[in-house]
C-alpha cells in the first residue's frame, strides 16, 4: 500500500522541547517549572501564527504525564503515557478549537468534565486554542474554574490576539509571548528538513523562504513543500524567486549602480522589465526603500548583524554600501517612503514611480557632489545671538550645472523660457530686495561723537539698518540647486521658521508671520521669489532682522539656491489704520454694531 503523503509541517512537528526552534528561553522556563514541580494551574501563549504555541502546549502537556522523565526535563517517549499521546490515543490531554466551539454551552460541557480524575498519569491537560474567539458569555462561565480548577487539570490557552482577551482571563494565567523566529533560524531548520528529504537545498534559496515567512515555521514549511514538489531534488534560488514572483534582490543592485551614475534613461528600462513581469509597482518601491536601508545598515560595523542574509550575499551588500553616501542612502529612503505613501493616490502609477526614480537619480550627482568628499553635512556656526547658519562649500563657476529634475506635485512655471543659470548671475542675485517704501540714509556715527541724554530716532533708526545690513552681509552662501519650489512645502516651511526659529519674544512677528503666508512668483530672469505682503511697517522693521536667517533656512530647506525673499507693506492698510483716539472709535463703531450703539446710548466721546 502506498504511504500517504504528509505534510513538512505536521512531519516534523516537534515532540521534545529542545527540537523547538527559535523559542529556546520560554522553553528552558518551562523545563525547569517541571523539574521543580512548580506547575501553574492555567497557561497562555501569546504569539503570531505558527511560532509553535500548540506545539508547545502539547509537547508540554506530554511531558509532564511522563513517568520516566529524563534529568533534563524531556518526555521519554518510551512509557505508556507517552506512547498514548504519541499514538493520539490519550485520554488524558483534551483539545478544543475555541474558533468553532466558542458557545457558553461548550464551555460548560468543558467544565462539567474537569473533575473526573485521570487514568493514566498525574493532570488533565486542556488545550484551547485561538481562545480570543470564545464569546463574553463563554469567558464569564469560565471564569471560576480558571481560577480554581482542580488539582489534577492544567489549562493551556493559546491566541494570536492577545489584546481580544479579558483582563479577567489574563490575570489568571501565566502569560508566555512567543516571538517571532529569525531568519537564521528558519534557514537552519529549512535545511534540516531538506537534508531529511533528500533534497539538495541551496542556502541563499532557503534564506529567500525565511524571509518570506515573516518569522512563522508553519508557513516557510508550507513554502518549502511547494517548491519542493517541482524542484525534482534540488532546490536552487532561481526556481524559488520564480515560484514565489520574488522581486530579486540583484534587481536592487543592479537600480542602486544606475542611481550613483545618474543614468535615469536606463533606469525607466529596467522599470518596465520589472512591471511587464508583474511586479506591483508599490513592491517595487518598498522593496527598494528596505533594500536601501540594508544599505545604510552595512556602512557601520555596529550595525551589520541587522541584516540577515548568507556571507557571499552579505559581502556583495558591503561592497556596494562602500560606494553611497551615508547622506545619499538618507535622502533615497525619505523620498521612497514619501512616494510610498502617495503611490494610492496617484492617477497615474507608473509615472509616479518614474518620476522618483529620476528624482533618485539626481540626488548623488546634483546634491552630493556639492558636499564636502567626506560627505559630511554643513557645519553650524554662529553669526549672531541666537541665530544659527550653517555654511555649504562654495560651487566651482566651471563645475556643470544639473538641468531640473522633474516633480508631480505643482511646480513653479514661467511663461517665458529660463535663460540659462551660470554661477556668476547667481552670485549676483540680491538675497533680499529692497523694501518698497525706501528708508532714509543712516547717518554716520563715530567714536568720538556725544550724545545729549535724550533718544535720538534718526540714530535709533540708523543702528537698525545697520543691524539688518550686517545681518544680510553675514548670510551663508548655499550650494547651488535648482530644484523646483511648491507653494506648499514653501509655506510649511515658513510656518516652521515662525514657529521655531524666531525668538519667542516677538509673539507679534510670530502671529503675524502665522496669518500671512507668502506667494510664490517668477522673476523677469526667471528665478522663483518668495513675496510677502504686511499689514505696516513695525512687522517689516521686525521680519527683516530675520531675513538672512529665513532666507537661508529656506534655500536650504527647499534645496533652491536661486530663490529670493522680497517683502513689502500693503500701502492701503497702512492708510486705513486708526492713529487717533477719533480714528480709533469711528473703526470700532464701524466695525461692531454694538459698539456703536453703547457710545450712542451712553454718549461717549473720544478724549
Known sequence: MEQQYIVSARKYRPDRFDSMVGQEALTHTLKIAILSNKMAHAYLFCGPRGVGKTTAARVLAKTINCTNRAADGE??????????????RSMNVYELDAASNNSVDDIRQLISE??????????????????HMLSQAAFNAFLKTLEEPPEHVIFILATTEKHKILPTILSRCQIFDFRRITVSDIANHLAYVAASENID???????????????????ALSLFDRIAGYCEGKLTYAQTIESLNILDYTYYFRIVQLLLTGDYVSLLLLLDELLSKGFDGQLILSGLSTFMRD??????????????????????????????????LYRAISLLT????????????????????????????????????????????????????????QVSPSAPIQSPTPVQTQTLATATQTPPRTSASINTIASSPAPSKPSPNPMPRSSSTRYSGRLSLTGLRAEKEEAVRKEREATPQVAEMHEPVTVDRMQELWLQFARHKVNPEHQLLIRAMEQIFPQLEATEQGYPQ?????????????????????????????????????????????????????????????KFKPFAQLCEGLNLQPY
Do not use: W
Open 530 to 590: 518668495m513675496k510677502v505682503i504686511l499689514p505696516n511697517q513695525d512687522i517689516q522693521n521686525r521680519l527683516e532682522e530675520y531675513t538672512g536667517h529665513l532666507l537661508f533656512f529656506m534655500r536650504t530647506k527647499l534645496h533652491n539656491s536661486d530663490l529670493i525673499l522680497h517683502i513689502e507693506v500693503d500701502q492701503t492698510l497702512t492708510d486705513k489704520m486708526p492713529i487717533t483716539a477719533k480714528e480709533k472709535m469711528e473703526f470700532l463703531s464701524e
Open 114 to 131: 474537569v473533575n473526573i480524575p485521570p487514568a493514566i498519569g498525574k493532570y488533565k491537560v486542556y488545550i484551547i486554542d485561538e481562545v
Open 295 to 328: 544599505l545604510m545598515v552595512m556602512q557601520h560595523p555596529g550595525t551589520e548583524h541587522l541584516l540577515e542574509k548568507p556571507q557571499e550575499v552579505t559581502m556583495r551588500y558591503k561592497e556596494t554600501a562602500a560606494a553611497c553616501p551615508a547622506a545619499f
Open 338 to 393: 514619501e512616494c510610498d505613501l502617495n503611490y494610492r493616490q496617484s492617477s497615474n502609477k507608473r509615472l509616479h514611480v518614474e518620476l522618483c526614480l529620476m528624482r533618485l537619480a539626481s540626488i548623488y550627482n546634483t546634491e552630493l557632489n556639492m558636499l564636502p568628499e567626506s560627505g559630511s553635512l554643513p557645519t553650524p556656526t554662529v553669526h549672531a545671538p541666537g541665530v544659527t547658519t550653517a555654511t555649504a562649500p
Open 201 to 219: 537545498a541551496e542556502s541563499e534559496a532557503l534564506n529567500v523562504i525565511a524571509e518570506k515567512a515573516d518569522g512563522g515555521m508553519r508557513d
Open 75 to 88: 518526555a521519554c517517549n518510551e512509557c505508556e503515557s507517552c506512547r498514548a499521546f504519541n499514538g493520539q
